[in-house]
C-alpha cells in the first residue's frame, strides 16, 4: 500500500479463522483486554461489545473493539460458521507473531491466517 504519510508510524494486522470456544460477550471483552495485555497497549475505552443478531438476519455472531493509547482493535465473529476476523491497528511496533500466538491459543483455532499490512 502507498504510504501517503511515512513519518506517522503505523502498523494494521488482520487475522481471521475459526473459532473453538464458547463465544459470548464475557468471553470477547476478557479476550480483548488478555490481547491488550499481551501486546503491551493502554486501554483508553472498552472494551465494548455488540450484536447484530437483533437488526440482521444476514450476519449473526458477536463483535467488539477496544481503543488503546496507541489506536485500537475490532473483532468480528459470525456464529453460523465459528469463523472471526480481527484488525489491529497501532502506532508503535507491533509483535505479530505473539499477536498471532495470542489469538490461537485463546481462541482455540482450528485454522487461521493472517496478513501484516505493508507500506512501500
Known amino acids: ?12 494486522l488482520i487475522v481471521e479463522g ?3 470456544v464458547e463465544m459470548s ?4 471483552k476478557g479476550f480483548l483486554i488478555g490481547l491488550s495485555e499481551a501486546l503491551g497497549m493502554k486501554v483508553i475505552a472498552g472494551p465494548f461489545t455488540f450484536s447484530p443478531d437483533r ?9 467488539g473493539f ?3 493509547a496507541e489506536s485500537g482493535v475490532a473483532f468480528y465473529s459470525w456464529s453460523d460458521h465459528k469463523f472471526f476476523t480481527l484488525d489491529v491497528y497501532t502506532c508503535k511496533a ?3 507473531q ?12 482450528s485454522d487461521i491466517v493472517w496478513q501484516k499490512i505493508e507500506y512501500e
Open 55 to 63: 437488526f440482521s438476519l444476514i450476519h449473526r455472531g458477536l463483535g
Open 94 to 96: 507491533l509483535d505479530v
Open 66 to 68: 477496544m481503543a488503546w
Open 98 to 109: 505473539s499477536a498471532v500466538e495470542y489469538v490461537k491459543r485463546e481462541l482455540r483455532c
Open 1 to 12: 500500500m502507498k504510504n501517503l504519510k511515512p513519518e506517522i508510524h503505523r502498523e494494521r
Open 18 to 20: 475459526f473459532y473453538g
Open 25 to 28: 460477550e464475557d468471553f470477547l
